[in-house]
């Protein structure tokens, strides 16, 4: 084309589709994008106001109202958690306190340097349990009964000291009575203020209208130490595990709310005239 023959309006005509293309450009590169973007922020603003109930799209004071009741209510809830929490915390104070052996024979915990001046208490712990359950097993009137209670000895070392709680087969009891009061002699352990398992209990007639109950029990002894802590180092003496030949992830099976109650089988010591376990009767009453 001759350049001579343009004319100012072909210029003009030109020019104007340039401008028409670097304006569809410009929208695709830079306008479209931002678009997105305020529409995206758009709908997480809604979300939000929906979330402080307030309407979508609302502005200015009904905004700020809204904002500040929902501010309330986060409080309010904060607040309330905070007080279950306390109660719960409570809560379960009153039951490991109740589960826990008393002051003078506590169960070390926390660092090295915190169970060592505890260690004097635990020496004595485990003579403390065996008077505790067996003057308990002789408090429910009406009947006979006869422990032979013992534990295992304690460490020296405060690192032996195994977590709570402390798992011991304390060994065989026996009761005699009317059958009635021996039933109830092995549903008064449910009220023992340390965790008990009555494993294996059988009952046999050795007179007219006198029968006798055997059983094993475990003690599941709490301390006071919170859920959770850090245990010290060292493995863990002079107690049971959880999975203990006595624990409470054996054979027998459990009932009971507060203590554990299983019936015979092979775990009875004794069942009729069978001879399963060692007898009771170590100790008088």
Not at 154 to 160: E, F, K, L, M
Not at 181 to 193: G, M
């Amino acid at each position: 084309m001759n350049s001579s023959k343009l004319t100012q309006g072909h210029v003009y005509i030109i020019g104007l589709v340039v401008a028409f293309v670097l304006a569809i450009g410009l929208f695709f590169l830079m306008i479209s994008p931002v678009k997105g973007q305020i529409q995206d922020q758009t709908t997480k603003n809604n979300g939000l106001l929906s979330q402080l109930g307030a309407p979508p799209a609302a502005t200015g004071a009904e905004a700020d109202s809204a904002r500040d009741q929902a501010i309330k209510k986060a409080k309010q809830a904060k607040q309330d958690a905070e007080t279950k929490a306390k109660i719960k915390e409570a809560q379960w104070r009153a039951v490991i306190a109740r589960q826990s052996p008393p002051a003078d024979h506590p169960i070390p915990y926390g660092t090295y340097d915190q169970r060592l001046p505890l260690m004097a208490g635990w020496w004595t712990l485990p003579d403390y349990v065996v008077r505790d359950a067996s003057r308990f097993a002789r408090s429910e009137r009406g009947v006979t009964a006869m422990t032979d209670f013992k534990v295992p000895g304690t460490s020296p070392d405060p690192n032996s000291v195994p977590p709570s709680p402390l798992v011991w087969n304390l060994g065989g009891m026996a009761a005699t009575g009317s059958f009635p009061a021996v039933l109830n002699w092995a549903r008064h352990w449910n009220s023992y203020h340390f965790t008990p398992a009555v494993d294996g209990l059988a009952v046999k007639l050795i007179g007219k209208g006198v029968v006798q109950a055997t059983a094993n029990l475990t003690l599941y002894v709490w301390s006071k130490e919170k859920p959770g802590a850090a245990p010290a180092d060292g493995g863990g003496g002079g107690g049971g595990g959880m999975m203990g030949s006595g624990g409470m992830m054996g054979s027998s099976g459990m009932m009971g709310s507060s203590g554990m109650m299983s019936g015979g089988g092979s775990s009875g010591m004794m069942s009729g005239g069978s001879t399963g376990g060692k007898g009771a009767g170590a100790a008088a009453p």
